[in-house]
C-alpha cells in the first residue's frame, strides 16, 4: 500500500487516501487535524475520528501540500487521483 503522495481530486478540498483494507476513499484535507506513525498511519481529524491509512506520514503530508499548491495557484483544477 501506499508508495505515492496522495493525489488531490477534482474536489479542491480532497485528497485520495487509501484504507488499510485496500479500498480507496477521498478525504477534507482542511479537516486534518494531525498524523502520526504508530507503526500505521493515523490521520486524526478535527471531529476527533481516527482513520487508518495505507499511506505513509509524508505522504499524506504531501498529498495535503499539493492540495494547497492547487489552491494558492488560484484554485485551478489539481491533477491525478481519480475521478
Known amino acids: ?18 484504507r488499510l483494507n485496500g479500498s480507496r476513499f477521498v478525504l477534507n484535507a482542511e479537516i486534518i487535524r ?24 509524508d505522504e499524506v503530508v504531501q498529498g495535503v501540500l499539493e492540495y494547497k499548491r492547487a489552491i494558492a495557484h488560484g484554485g485551478s ?3 491525478g487521483g481519480s475521478e
Not at 508508495?3 to 481530486?9: D, F, V
Not at 494531525?34 to 506520514?57: H, Y
Open 34 to 57: 494531525e498524523v502520526e506513525a504508530t507503526p500505521d498511519t493515523i490521520v486524526t481529524l478535527s471531529t476527533g475520528q481516527k482513520i487508518m491509512v495505507g499511506e505513509s506520514v
Open 1 to 18: 500500500m501506499g508508495g505515492s503522495a496522495p493525489q488531490p481530486c477534482k474536489f479542491y478540498t480532497m485528497i485520495y487516501l487509501t
Open 77 to 79: 483544477k489539481p491533477a
